[in-house]
Nanobody, 125 residues
Framework: QVQLVESGGGLVQAGGSLRLSCAAS????????MGWFRQAPGKEREFVTI???????YYADSVKGRFTISGDSAKNTVYLQMNSLSPEDSAVYYC???????????????????WGQGTQVTVSS
């Protein structure tokens, strides 16, 4: 069983930055790819990014160049550094562990086996 716990959300002004953390139990990094999704009120949950390991990452176009995913295997923690935030980035952000087989597959939330409880990010204008 894998448990994921997110932290680091909060309220930030437009143009600001936040760093989210996702602490995972067990040997998650050796078994699963780690991703981030987000869900805004009234909208479907959407893919943000995935860390395949070995320095390989993939981003949604909406966050490319602004967000950076990284991982620390020693701490079993994955991070999401978010810069140049805009109100459109406001959402609950979820960490997920899964076994998608491609970048395209990684966009499908059904490819993830474990989810965190989410952390709220609110960007004010």
């Amino acid at each position: 069983q894998v448990q994921l716990v997110e932290s680091g959300g909060g309220l930030v002004q437009a143009g600001g930055s936040l760093r989210l953390s996702c602490a995972a139990s067990g040997r998650t990094f050796n078994t699963y790819a780690m991703g981030w999704f987000r869900q805004a009120p009234g909208k479907e949950r959407e893919f943000v990014t995935i860390n395949w390991g070995g320095g390989r990452t993939y981003y949604a176009d909406s966050v490319k160049g602004r967000f950076t995913i990284s991982g620390d295997s020693a701490k079993n923690t994955v991070y999401l550094q978010m810069n140049s935030l805009s109100p459109e980035d406001s959402a609950v952000y979820y960490c997920a562990a899964g076994r998608p087989v491609s970048n395209y597959d990684a966009r499908n939330q059904r490819r993830y086996d474990y989810w965190g409880q989410g952390t709220q990010v609110t960007v004010s204008s």
